[in-house]
Every structure is written in C-alpha cells, then in structure tokens.
C-alpha cells in the first residue's frame, strides 16, 4: 500500500470512528441537561480526539452545532476546548447528527431554560433560529454566530467565520485560472445557506467567462456515501466535464473517490473545501487540483472569547455594555480560507 492509500485508509477510519462515537453517545448527553419529561433527539457528544477542558470555573459555555458527527469540525472542537481551557471555563458540545434544524431548535430552547454562561451556535437555518436567539440574549445570555451566519443580525451580539460568499469567488478565482477561462464545471453542494453562497460567489466569477458552462447542481447531503453515488453519476452523466466544485466538507474525497473509481482521475479535475484527512492525500497525488480550508479553529477560538468579554464585561469601554447598548465585540468577524494545494498541503494534516 503506499503513502497516499495509507493516508486515506487512516483518514476514513477516524472519520467512521468519529460518526460512531457521536450516534452512540449523544442521547445521553442531551438527557444529562434537558428536562425529564422532553424527548431528546439525537445529538453528538464530544469527539474523543479533543481533551476535555481543564476548569477552574463552574461557568460553562455551550457550542450549539448542527451535522455535528462529520470530521470537519474536529478544527472548531480544538479551538471552542482550547479557549475554554485558556479561560478556565467548562465546554459543552451540542447539536443534531444531521442537518436538522426543527431539533436544534429544540436544544436551543432547552438551553435558554438552563441559562449557560454563554452560546455559540452553528445555525442548521438561517431564519427560523433568530427569535430564540433574540430571548437568549433578553434573558443574559450571550449569542455569538459561527460559520454561517443568521439573517437578523439583531439575533446575535457577533459572527464569527468566513465571508462564504468570498470563499466562493477565491475558489472561482482559482478555478479560472486553472481552465484558462473555458470548460464544463458541475458543483457538488447541499442545501446549507452557507453552501449555497459559497457557490453563488463562484458563479459570480464564472459569469465573467462565457466560455465556462455551469452543467449541473448536485445535493450530496453532507453524506460521503451518498456524495460518491451521486459524484459517479455526475461523471457518467458528463464525462466532458472539465471540473468540479465542492462546497461543503464532505465533497471533495467523495468526488476524488468517485474520479478514481470511473477512471477519469486526470480527465477532469476537483476543486475542494475544508481540510478532512480522508481528503488531502487525493491533493497530493493530482487527482483535488485544491481546497479552501477555513481557519475552523481560529473561529471557535475567537468566538468563545467574545462570549467571555460580553459575560465579564472584559473590554474597559462601559461598566455595564448591556446598559449602554454597544457590546464590546466586532459584529462581524472574518477568519478568511487558505487555499491548500501541492505545495503546502503536508502542513494541514491533523497531527
């Protein structure tokens, strides 16, 4: 077997490992904090891979998540536990397996009631979370938005995460110049917000270029076996395709996967997103030409400590900035992507 097939078999095997340890173990640690009488849905516990947060404190903050069993936010785990240690605080990792935003609605309700020193949320929608979240911070509670954002900033006291739209024009960038302006792209997506601008800012570019043809959409639900059934068909169904586009985490070692499998790994190339093990040594033997890799543990580091400074007052502008109405965080906070290819990619494998 050689370097690149044992990267990919140790990548795969963690990322089942990770799907494992969350559906087995996150009914009950949703049924440690939710009322007795509420059914608990199913919810991811903490990965293994990320210690346990060293308090000193009672406070506990809480990181609300969504499709929380994929290995992407492994990154988001070691920024949001390492912030709670800096702080001396307790950490708590919530959130559906799935993109389901009806039950994390429902944990969020269940977290207004128990009053954690603070919140931060990944929103599974970008809308029907804003009026929970606006009785949050009524209630003392701090709300910062990670990833993707909501569409009420007034839901929230700050985001933090990237500019997907600008993710997407970076990649498109990137992509044009890789085709020299001229070929047949599809894009591997999901119906997430954040995902959905990340590829409007791709077409945004390609709208410059009318030699590039967008061919098709495909919905690979976030689901790796999923992504390679459809990412086979996709091929099958345009073997003139030029490139393809993932947009979310999960895409890019379907689509490598499925180009190996149809032997047309060379013939058309991918364009990534994120930094999963199981995807990057698909970078360094050719067949990913590139991924754009958040800076996921920047974001969670950051966010947590603006949830600090809002509960402590931290920031010495007010004596109460609640009082005031001008919380001491930026609103928005952009931790920009990477982009990762052959020359650089050995730096981005998880250690």
């Known amino acids: 077997m050689s370097k690149v097939e044992n990267k990919i078999a140790s990548a795969i095997s963690r990322r089942e490992f990770l799907s ?53 936010w492994i990154d988001g785990q070691t920024g949001f536990y390492g912030a709670c240690d800096a702080l001396g605080v307790k950490g708590e990792y919530l959130g559906p397996v799935e993109y389901d935003a009806v039950a994390q609605l429902k944990v969020l309700e269940e977290l207004i009631a128990r009053k954690p020193a603070g919140i931060m949320i990944f929103p599974a929608d970008d809308q029907s979370l804003n009026e929970p979240l606006k009785r949050a911070m009524a209630a003392g509670i701090p709300v910062i938005v990670v990833n993707h954002d909501v569409n009420d900033p007034s839901a929230r006291y700050g985001f933090v995460g ?73 091929i099958q169904s345009h073997p003139d395709l030029t490139m393809i586009i993932g947009v979310d985490a999960t895409a890019g070692a379907a689509t490598a996967r499925a180009l190996k499998e149809t032997g047309t790994a060379g013939k058309i190339q991918c364009v990534a997103m994120d930094r999963d093990d199981d995807m990057l040594p698909y970078i360094e033997d050719g ?20 949830l600090y400074w809002l509960k402590h007052n931290t920031v010495p502008a007010f004596p109460d900035w609640e009082a005031a109405g001008a919380p001491q965080v930026p609103g928005i906070t952009d931790t920009g992507v990477t982009v990762v290819n052959k020359d650089n990619v050995k730096f981005f494998y998880h250690t």
């Open 162 to 234: 990237p500019d997907n739209f600008g993710v997407g024009v970076i990649g498109g960038r990137y992509t044009v110049e890789y085709m020299k302006g001229a070929g047949k792209v599809a894009f591997m997506t999901t119906t997430n917000p954040a995902h959905q601008l990340r590829m409007e800012g791709y077409k945004s570019v390609f709208a410059d270029y009318p030699d590039i043809e967008i061919v098709a959409e495909v919905d690979e639900k976030s689901d790796p076996a999923y992504g390679l059934t459809v990412a086979t068909q996709l």
């Open 20 to 72: 494992v340890t969350a559906a087995a173990s996150g009914a009950a640690l949703l049924a440690s904090c939710a009322p007795a009488a509420t059914a608990a849905p199913t919810v991811a516990a903490t990965v293994a891979a990320v210690e346990p947060t060293k308090a000193v404190s009672d406070e506990t903050y809480v990181w609300l998540g969504a499709v929380t069993a994929i290995a992407f």
């Open 287 to 306: 067949t990913i030409l590139a991924t754009m890799a958040q800076n996921s543990v920047l974001e969670e580091w950051m966010a947590t400590h603006y």
